[in-house]
């Protein structure tokens, strides 16, 4: 792994704007800070330029040309970093941070972990990394896998397990076998323990235009101390949501087939 740089999200949303990216620049800085006065914004934004004079990544004599006051390494990796046309992203609400994988070129693709939405870490990796990266970043471990549990979900159903006072009428509802529905009690045990909230993996391929980016697939999994719960959407036309206990081989597994697919993708 190559680091390459860490900043605050104030640091990178100036460093994005002036690189050209106006927009991609206020969606960075008001998904973290919020919106503010246009005053409010000239000052938070000449108190980080200072921060990058510090880091030697911001020329004031540039500035004080009319000319961009980014270095040539920082613009570089800006134009690429927003440029990107495939980004894997990898939500953790428990632990407030996020991992996003940038196809950066040939087989390099750029690491942004973001922490909290405060802090942000830039590294190269390698296209064959992909998958140890994701792997250690949940760092999911279980004491001992339980066996095989699974049962199936209508879209609605599936929708509804974020609201716990829905749970028991999705149960009753859902026309489970009675092994079914043991899975079922186990996995909202453990969806009860990280919130109502499921943890996934999605793959966007990036448009032309910065603005816009699409959703090819997700993958919605949460982790158990038994093992880890993985969703599948089948074609099965009544119940197409199909949740199973998975082991820690079928684990990376997935995480390789991902690794596998999107490099096939740039």
């Not at 200072?50 to 006051?69: C, V, Y």
């Not at 940038?102 to 390698?126: C, K, P, Q, T």
């Not at 880890?228 to 099965?236: F, L, N």
Request: aromatic residues 10%.
């Amino acid at each position: 792994m190559n680091h390459l740089l860490t900043c605050t999200t104030e640091e990178l949303a100036l460093m994005v704007s002036v690189a050209g990216f106006p927009s991609v620049a206020n969606g960075i800085a008001e998904t973290a800070i919020g919106s503010r006065t246009e005053n409010e914004w000239v000052a938070i934004m000449e108190a980080t330029s200072h921060q990058l004079i510090m880091k030697r990544m911001w020329d004031p004599a540039l500035e004080e040309k009319g000319e961009l006051p980014l270095t040539h390494e920082t613009l570089k990796f800006i134009e690429k970093y927003v440029n990107s046309g495939r980004m894997i992203r990898c939500s953790n609400a428990p632990q407030q941070s996020v991992l996003m994988l940038h196809h950066y070129e040939d087989d390099e693709w750029l690491m942004h972990l973001i922490d909290r939405d405060i802090i942000h870490e830039f590294a190269l990796i390698s296209s064959s990394q992909i998958h140890e990266i994701i792997r250690d970043y949940y760092g999911i471990e279980f004491p001992q896998f339980a066996g095989e549990h699974h049962f199936a979900l209508t879209d609605e159903a599936f929708d509804l397990l974020s609201k716990p006072n829905e749970v028991e009428s999705v149960r009753n509802t859902s026309g489970l076998t009675e092994n079914e529905d043991v899975a079922f009690s186990m996995f909202v045990e453990d969806l009860q323990t990280f919130n109502w909230t499921l943890f996934n993996i999605s793959n966007f391929s990036m448009s032309l235009n910065e603005d816009e980016m699409y959703l090819e697939n997700i993958l919605f999994f949460l982790p158990s101390s038994r093992g880890i719960w993985i969703s599948e959407y089948t074609e099965d036309e009544q119940k197409p949501i199909h949740i199973h206990l998975a082991d820690q081989q079928e684990w990376q597994e997935i995480l390789s087939g991902i690794g596998s697919m999107v490099t096939l993708q740039v």
